[in-house]
């Protein structure tokens, strides 16, 4: 993000190499928020998830971008997509997005947990985890159209997810590592 003097976010920084990270050059993008998270499900698809539900979409492996409707005005902080069509969205008080167009149609999924959510991570088409605050991990097995909530060791707000099908990671404040093992 660019910043002010003061502080305040002025407009969003998007920067992007060709050389293997040599050189970076900046790419202009239709948002002045802040953006927090990237996916790419190849060379040429990719999206950016931010403040105010922004979620931007890239087509030509990130040299022009365009806005895609999150229908939320939550801020939105991890994104993860399994192929150029069905993705996932987490964010601010409990937001989850889906979506199996490439984000034409996003769909809100409703639950019962009011959290803030930081990272969703699928470990494959079916099977999907969501990690948040106080030591918040969801659990979804139907392609993220419902979600169930997972025992925590933890308080701690939980910031880092890696899952595989038979094992996963979690990493948050103050040290907590978790372990997820079928």
Do not use: C, M
């Amino acid at each position: 993000s660019v910043l002010n003097k003061s502080g305040n976010v002025i407009d969003s920084l998007v920067l992007q190499t060709n050389d293997g990270g040599e050189s970076w050059f900046r790419v202009t993008v239709p948002s002045k928020g802040e953006l927090y998270h990237l996916d790419f499900s190849g060379k040429s698809h990719g999206w950016i998830v931010g403040d105010k539900g922004v979620i931007l979409h890239t087509r030509d492996g990130g040299v022009s971008w365009s806005l895609q409707n999150s229908g939320t005005d939550r801020a939105l902080f991890n994104v993860d997509f399994r192929d150029d069509n069905e993705g996932y969205v987490v964010g601010g008080r409990g937001t989850i997005l889906r979506t199996e167009s490439g984000g034409r149609n996003w769909e809100l999924v409703k639950t019962a947990f009011p959290s803030t959510f930081l990272r969703v991570d699928f470990a494959d088409d079916k099977n999907g985890w969501i990690v948040g605050y106080n030591g918040t991990i969801l659990r979804s097995s139907d392609k993220g159209k419902t979600w169930i909530k997972q025992e925590s060791e933890t308080t701690e707000n939980l910031y880092g997810l890696f899952t595989q099908k038979k094992f996963g990671w979690a990493v948050g404040a103050k040290g907590a590592i978790l372990r997820y093992q079928k």
